[in-house]
């Protein structure tokens, strides 16, 4: 154990060394350029200024951040409503069926998110597949596009995002304690009963943590509401990539970027509530059976050996 303190140490220090240098430096300099003005040939101005959140009052950018919560909302609901089945059957399956059922989930990772966004087109777009699809069954009569729109940034974001809310559930699902819902089903609960009152709550964090890596990615992504949404589709992603490279706004761009950083840290603080949560729920519940449990020998003895006396109580309160 001696041996291998060094090797921890040195571990540990180099992540720490990376984060701070990688993490931690930029998004400090990035919250301080939020104080700072623009400037005209260079990138800021040293002079304090309040003004850069200011700006972010203006209608303009409270519409596009209306609209990308919205979008980034319904992606999230529809990648759990999606995900928690399929995460389910995927935990619940036979261990020889799992791996492959995971494979599915794993696949689209091994071609880059861009190409599939690319690849997306061949089917939205006025010649493509769903567009043939629906004249093939006579429900439409010529060609439709899907392009352009909010239905086409949504599928892109669904689509993409899909593997990152299924991958979460999946490892909250399999380490339940199926002893739970048998319990739960034995006292009379119906699955639907015990599912709300035993999964649900117990798989809360991988439920959180799904959310999180969907919501977040699909709130600041900008390359699919550039491809899929054209011009038509502006979503608070491109306003800060647009700020950083096409206006040079620097200030505006960070505090943008401040605001997302912001919800991020409040979803973190979100999913350690829901996991400490279940933490006591379960620290709870071992010791309640363990305290039944401790018991039982002693209330079995009691009512072996004090008959007697509680006859005689019975009979004093009669």
Same mark, same amino acid.
């Given at each position: ?18 984060? !701070? ?56 609901? *529809? ?55 629906? +004249?093939?069954?006579?429900? *439409? ?56 009152? *035993? ?14 890596? *969907? ?14 949404? !054209?011009?038509?589709? +502006?979503?608070? $992603? ?8 096409? @206006? ?36 709870? $519940? ?6 039944? @449990? ?18 005689? $109580?019975?009979? !004093?309160?009669?």
């Amino acid at each position: 154990m001696t041996q291998r303190r060094p090797f921890r140490t040195a571990s540990i220090a180099v992540v720490w060394l990376w984060l !701070g240098l990688f993490a931690l430096l930029p998004n400090l300099g990035l919250l301080l350029v939020t104080f700072l003005e623009r400037g005209e040939s260079d990138f800021v101005n040293l002079v304090f200024t309040w003004n850069n959140y200011a700006r972010l009052a203006d209608p303009v950018f409270i519409r596009i951040l209306g609209e990308s919560l919205w979008l980034a909302a319904a992606s999230t609901l *529809v990648c759990l409503l999606i995900g928690y089945p399929f995460a389910y059957a995927v935990a619940t399956a036979r261990r020889a069926l799992r791996p492959w059922l995971l494979l599915l989930v794993v696949i689209p990772f091994w071609t880059n998110s861009l190409i599939r966004t690319y690849a997306l087109i061949i089917i939205l777009k006025s010649q493509g597949i769903a567009s043939n699809v629906l +004249m093939a069954l006579g429900l *439409v009569d010529e060609p439709v596009s899907f392009m352009y729109g909010e239905f086409a940034v949504f599928t892109g974001l669904t689509y993409t995002l899909l593997p990152f809310m299924i991958l979460p559930l999946y490892a909250s699902i399999e380490k339940l304690d199926k002893r739970l819902l048998d319990a739960a089903k034995d006292l009379g609960a119906s699955s639907l009963r015990a599912f709300w009152h *035993v999964t649900l709550p117990l798989t809360l964090p991988g439920i959180v943590a799904g959310c999180m890596l *969907v919501f977040l990615p699909s709130l600041g992504c900008f390359y699919i509401p550039e491809i899929l949404g !054209g011009a038509k589709s +502006m979503l608070i $992603g491109n306003f800060i990539k647009n700020q950083f490279l096409v @206006a040079r706004d620097w200030p505006l761009g960070a505090a943008a970027s401040t605001i997302m950083t912001a919800l991020l840290v409040l979803m973190i603080i979100g999913y350690w509530l829901s996991s400490r949560r279940v933490a006591l729920r379960e620290r709870k $519940g071992a010791d309640t059976g363990a305290g039944t @449990a401790g018991r039982t020998p002693d209330g079995a003895h009691d009512m072996q050996d004090g008959g007697d006396g509680m006859a005689r $109580g019975a009979r !004093g309160r009669a």
